[in-house]
């Protein structure tokens, strides 16, 4: 196989200001990796390359420079494997992904087909939460309804954006509407919590039995987050925390310090699929609970996420709700229907 590459440079534009305690974003830079067979060119395979600002290690300004030269690589002939080890992308999680899931593509047809499972075949549904984005209490409240009016038996609530009582009031506010037993509800504060006031804050959001919380306190302190998952009244859920820890032997010793109850794995932000299947592996032998979340990628690479994700025994709702943030979105058979995200075999992809 001489493999042939390029890549496309496309922004995607949110419906609204997507907030988190971090700030607001209005539009997304990300780029998609063709990759084909110079035998037979008709048939592409895509990844997307979707780093984060703020998040990803690899939403670097080089990025481009970085692309350039992984087609020059590819091209040239020396890559007909796709050798990633020989790429460097060790640095480079989001490219990574995309090339990952766009050779798994090409070698499926270039049908955007990335695992031939009960999903992709249409017979199946994922359950997922729905998302609540940070902003005033009248449009968190807004969210709400229309997710709970929508199926949903899973929320999850960015917090730490507003003050901290009135996120308390949204949350007794729902839970009014609706029980334990009938909704579960996570929260992502994405570190906003400083260390010194985090299990007060814990505590005053286990009265409304909350699932889990994502990242309370920010990344990199260790010792700090060990102490909260060992006392926390609220189970706790690792995610930045991941994210640049790439080497195995870090993995585990982050896992084995901190022993979180979860962790949640974000392939562009992780370093693709065989890293996330690690990460899976490594969090099962230590009886530590996960789940797959997409990081505002398209629907090329939400769909990448959810064939992977859909290749095991999921019993937990996902984060896979992302594909309809945007305006432009690229069209596809990703459906929601109750909570659920479908496959649709009754639907096209759109070009790119």
Same mark, same amino acid.
């Given at each position: ?146 997710? =709970? ?57 286990a009265k409304f039995n909350i699932h889990s919380i994502e990242q309370p306190i920010k990344q990199g302190q260790w010792k700090a987050m060990a102490e909260l998952c060992a006392y926390t009244p609220v189970p706790i859920a690792l995610d ?15 896992l084995d310090t901190i022993n979180p109850q979860y962790i949640i794995l974000k392939p562009t932000l992780v370093g693709g699929l065989k890293a996330s299947a690690t990460w899976i592996e490594l969090a099962e032998k230590s009886n530590i ?30 984060? =896979? ?24 075999? =009754? ?6």
């Amino acid at each position: 196989m001489a493999l042939q590459c390029t890549y496309i440079p496309y922004t995607l534009d949110f419906k609204f200001d997507a907030r988190t305690s971090r700030g607001a974003i209005s539009q997304h830079q990300v780029f998609y990796i063709k990759l084909w067979d110079a035998a037979d060119p008709t048939i592409i395979g895509i990844g997307e390359c979707a780093p984060l600002a703020g998040l990803s290690i690899d939403h670097r300004p080089d990025i481009e420079q970085k692309l350039s030269e992984v087609c020059q690589t590819i091209n040239s002939g020396k890559a007909d494997t796709l050798d990633m080890d020989m790429l460097e992308l060790q640095e480079w999680p989001a490219l990574l992904f995309a090339l990952e899931t766009a050779l798994q593509d090409l070698q499926n047809g270039g049908k955007r087909l990335i695992y031939k499972n009960a999903f992709s075949n249409g017979e199946a549904g994922i359950s997922i939460n729905g998302l609540v984005w940070m902003g005033d209490k009248e449009f968190m409240q807004q969210q709400i309804t229309q997710k =709970l009016a929508q199926g949903y038996s899973c929320l999850k609530l960015k917090i730490g954006g507003l003050d901290f009582t009135t996120e308390l009031e949204i949350l007794q506010s729902i839970r009014e509407t609706a029980s334990e037993s009938e909704l579960t509800i996570r929260v992502d504060a994405n570190g906003a919590f400083a260390p010194d006031q985090a299990f007060k804050k814990l505590e005053r959001l286990a009265k409304f039995n909350i699932h889990s919380i994502e990242q309370p306190i920010k990344q990199g302190q260790w010792k700090a987050m060990a102490e909260l998952c060992a006392y926390t009244p609220v189970p706790i859920a690792l995610d930045e925390e991941l994210i640049g820890v790439q080497l195995a032997d870090k993995q585990t010793e982050l896992l084995d310090t901190i022993n979180p109850q979860y962790i949640i794995l974000k392939p562009t932000l992780v370093g693709g699929l065989k890293a996330s299947a690690t990460w899976i592996e490594l969090a099962e032998k230590s009886n530590i609970g996960w789940w797959i979340t997409s990081a505002l990628e398209s629907n090329i690479g939400l769909n990448a996420i959810s064939h992977f994700t859909a290749n095991y025994n999921i019993t937990m709702p996902q984060g =896979l709700g992302t594909g309809q943030l945007y305006h432009n979105n690229i069209a596809s058979p990703l459906q929601i229907e109750q909570g659920k995200l479908w496959y649709s075999m =009754l639907q096209e992809w759109g070009k790119l």
